[in-house]
């Protein structure tokens, strides 16, 4: 059932065109109207929101990083990202006007489980993104959009992740749309994008060959970094978790602005960091900040990988090593952007010979808090 392929991590990053294309059908009208009527949840309840929390764990929770940023833009609502293993402990101020969304793969993971109930319990409406049907988690929950990513057997999580990521953009367009707030009427050109992001995932995947030579040659590292801005912060965190699970690196994630208050003491000369780039159209600025912190890796002597949007002429000069990804919306790039970190991580990991669907320690589900 593997299809061919050497392990089920390549063949799910392999199948992600597929699995993005599947959570968005019959999700949107042809008018661009976003049809969420399954996740019963009325336009009123969705108007009565006054709060997000979104609530997770691991590569689920770096998919709620990049809702909050959209929600915010798209609905201007208060959103919050939690840890499932801190919420809970917080004594988070919810009410009946307070939406939490948890995002879980399995539908089982006992933490994300155990911050559902307590949501719950202090009436909070409770919005399930998940990828397994008839799981714990969506059960509980007062409403569930199912991700449809299909079985996923590796332990790394790779299209749930993607397909996460377009669930909460459908959630967060739905929101937008029928609170009718101020980018109510950006809803139809996104979903548009967001139509065409399974082709430009299927392009992104073609170009992955310099990526397996960059990944192979780099046997000798024992850590790396990883820094972004923006949605390319939740991207940095998903590339550096990715090495951890996978090749057993010290990778690290960070917001790119933080370097200097601590991390950019890290660097030495030859230290590799991925640095994710924001388009340099639409949000320049973030552009230009990226571009500074890259000249302040280089300074020290890093080694840069870049992944950066097509025609992106500024970058290319300043780092060792280019991957470049297709156009699209600042919002939807980590669709993107973090294939490349899947297909990097995972042939760290194959050029190390080690077990790519079976990382050592790990379980697909976590069943324990
Ligand atoms: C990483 C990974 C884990 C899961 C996390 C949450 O590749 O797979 O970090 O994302 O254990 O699992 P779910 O989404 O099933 O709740």
């Not at 593997?2 to 392990?7: A, F």
């Not at 879980?104 to 949501?119: F, I, P, V």
């Not at 409403?143 to 996923?152: D, F, H, K, M, P």
Request: net charge negative.
């Amino acid at each position: 059932e593997k299809d061919g392929y050497e392990h089920f991590m390549l063949k799910e990053i392999a199948e992600q065109p597929r699995a993005v294309a599947d959570t968005l059908r019959g999700r949107f009208d042809t008018s661009g109207q976003i049809l969420l009527d399954e996740v019963r949840m009325s336009d009123q309840d969705f108007r009565d929101v006054d709060k997000v929390f979104i609530v997770a764990c691991g590569t689920s929770y770096h998919a709620g990083m990049v809702a909050k940023y959209a929600i915010e833009h798209w609905v201007r609502l208060p959103c919050e990202v939690e840890l499932a293993s801190e919420f809970r402990y917080r004594d988070p101020v919810l009410d009946r006007s307070t939406l939490v969304i948890v995002i879980s793969q399995s539908g089982e993971t006992m933490d994300t489980l155990m911050a559902l109930r307590h949501a719950r319990n202090q009436k909070a409406r409770v919005l399930a993104i998940s990828n397994t049907v008839g799981s714990t988690i969506p059960r509980e929950s007062d409403a569930v959009l199912y991700t449809r990513a299909g079985i996923e057997v590796a332990v790394a999580s790779t299209k749930a992740f993607l397909t996460q990521l377009a669930a909460c953009y459908l959630v967060g367009l739905h929101l937008a749309a029928v609170r009718g707030i101020k980018y109510a009427d950006e809803v139809g050109a996104v979903v548009a994008e967001l139509a065409a992001a399974p082709d430009k995932i299927a392009e992104v995947l073609a170009a992955m060959e310099p990526v397996r030579e960059l990944a192979r040659s780099m046997g000798t590292a024992d850590r790396a970094l990883f820094i972004g801005r923006h949605v390319g912060y939740p991207v940095a965190l998903e590339g550096a978790l990715k090495l951890k699970e996978l090749a057993y690196m010290h990778a690290e994630g960070f917001a790119a602005g933080e370097l200097k208050h601590g991390p950019i003491s890290l660097i030495e000369a030859g230290t590799p960091v991925v640095v994710v780039v924001p388009s340099p159209r639409g949000r320049s600025l973030l552009h230009d900040k990226v571009v500074s912190n890259i000249q302040e890796v280089k300074a020290r002597g890093a080694t840069v990988i870049a992944i950066a949007e097509e025609g992106d002429a500024v970058v290319a000069p300043h780092v060792d090593h280019t991957v470049f990804t297709p156009r699209v919306p600042t919002l939807l790039a980590p669709l993107l952007t973090a294939v490349p970190l899947q297909v990097f991580a995972c042939e760290l990991a194959a050029a190390k010979g080690l077990d790519i669907d079976q990382p050592r320690n790990l379980a697909k589900s976590v069943t324990v808090e």
